[in-house]
């Protein structure tokens, strides 16, 4: 074996002449160990190269929002940074937040954990163990270096030597030796984060996710258990246990069984979501899905299911086979309510490439401004969130409506994508 000269990325076109499994294996190993290296350490360049594009954009905030931008300015600074965000959000395929988390990282290791840091960068530390140092180190005192220094020299070895959910929990354990305010206490602060986050999944499935107080999931969970637990008993339940799970969650939320989205049955909550279902294959005339506001592309039979509880449908006309609104061009200054309705269907969500905010929850934006000649049209009108609105007012992003109904924006670096096509 040490007479074998071999380099890692090419070592298979030399597998033929190897003499025996071991070392073949022997050899894939050290293909892993080096391959799991490069990835560590490439992930770590791509937390540097983030760090550095903002940090640019704080010191010459010219280049994302115009010649006129100061550094001195915190306006400008912090439209130069949103501008910095989206651009390499879109470049690189990431969302917005993970190119902050990203820059965040870079900031946390580099000041707080530079032992770390440095194992990270040369590819001994996976992204998995950085990201937990990170959070960890993120959420001790401002300005406590002794604390910082001790938390860092107390899990470097740990970060290199053991994988993420072990190396998780011991430096959780580590923390918390570390810190001298009660778990009462940072329990109370991080409450203030509670959230519920939906997540659209493929074929007709989407995710709920819920963080709070522990005590308060825990008795959740519970709850659905014992309801599961208790239906798995019936001798004709062919389901399974977390199927029973999920049915007993909707069954809660919804209050009138899996399902009941018109909160008509068991006193559920009534709700209002858009649903834009093709004639013809209503009439089982083609296939084409329905498109349910808020998520997607959903089966007919769903859509049919819906429709037969709505209490009034609206229509709009559209063209057979572009898809072209047909019967919504009003060029009034006030933006008409079924207008406003309809550019909520088409657009779904804030129509900024990778931004997910619900439409319902935008602003309705005139592309080309009414003081520049904007009509107040279908074709010169979009949905954007309120910090994407202001971003495309106050940077240099532009967007521009294309004849195939995408809308195709420029970043202030040059970069160009597409928000994609409408739904249907």
């Known amino acids: 074996m040490e007479d074998l000269e071999l ?42 190269a983030i760090h550095t594009v903002l940090a640019e954009a704080r010191e010459t905030p010219s280049v994302f929002v115009g010649p006129h931008a100061s550094p001195d300015d915190k306006g400008h600074v912090e439209f130069a940074v949103r501008a910095a965000v989206s651009d390499l959000a879109v470049r690189m395929s990431l969302s917005e937040d993970t190119v902050l988390n990203y820059d965040r990282q870079a900031t946390v290791m580099m000041s707080r954990t530079p032992k770390v840091w440095t194992a990270f960068r040369f590819g001994e530390v996976s992204p998995q163990n950085a990201r937990v140092v990170t959070q960890l180190a993120d959420s001790l005192p401002d300005g406590d270096r002794d604390l910082h220094e001790r938390f860092d020299d107390a899990v470097a070895e740990l970060a290199v030597r053991l994988t993420p959910p072990r190396f998780r929990a011991r430096a959780r354990v580590i923390r918390e030796k570390l810190l001298g305010q009660s778990l009462e206490e940072r329990t109370a602060a991080e409450k203030a984060f509670r959230k519920v986050v939906f997540e659209p999944e493929p074929d007709g499935m989407a995710g709920i996710y819920y963080y709070g107080p522990a005590d308060e999931a825990t008795l959740i969970m519970a709850r659905i258990d ?190 160009q994508t597409s928000s994609g096509l409408p739904p249907f």
Request: hydrophobic content about 35%; charged content about 25%; proline content about 6%.
């Open 7 to 48: 380099d890692p990325l090419t070592w298979e076109q030399d597998l033929p002449f190897m003499a025996g499994p071991e070392t073949r294996v022997e050899w894939a190993m050290v293909e892993a160990d080096y391959a799991v290296r490069m990835i560590n350490q490439n992930t770590a360049g791509v937390v540097v």
């Open 226 to 415: 014992e309801g599961a637990r208790a239906l798995s008993r019936d001798s004709d339940e062919t389901r399974t246990m977390d199927q029973l799970r999920a049915d007993i969650f909707s069954e809660i939320m919804l209050g009138g069984g899996p399902g009941s989205v018109d909160g008509a049955a068991g006193g559920g909550v009534g709700v209002k979501v858009g649903l834009l279902v093709p004639v013809m294959s209503i009439l089982g005339l083609d296939d084409q899905p329905a498109t349910l506001e808020g998520y997607g592309p959903i089966d007919i039979a769903t859509a049919k299911r819906l429709t037969a509880k709505a209490p009034s449908f609206y229509r709009i006309l559209t063209h057979p086979i572009t898809g072209t609104i047909l019967d919504i061009d009003k060029t009034t200054l006030r933006i008409p309510a079924d207008m406003r309705r309809w550019l909520e269907i088409r657009d779904q969500t804030c129509i900024f490439p990778g931004c997910g905010r619900r439409a319902r929850n935008c602003e309705v934006d005139h592309t080309v401004d009414r003081q520049y000649g904007g009509i107040t049209k279908v074709t010169n009108l979009a949905h954007l969130c309120k910090k994407h609105h202001r971003e495309k007012h106050h940077t240099r992003w532009q967007p521009e409506h294309l004849p195939d109904g995408s809308i195709q924006w420029t970043s202030p670096t040059g970069h």
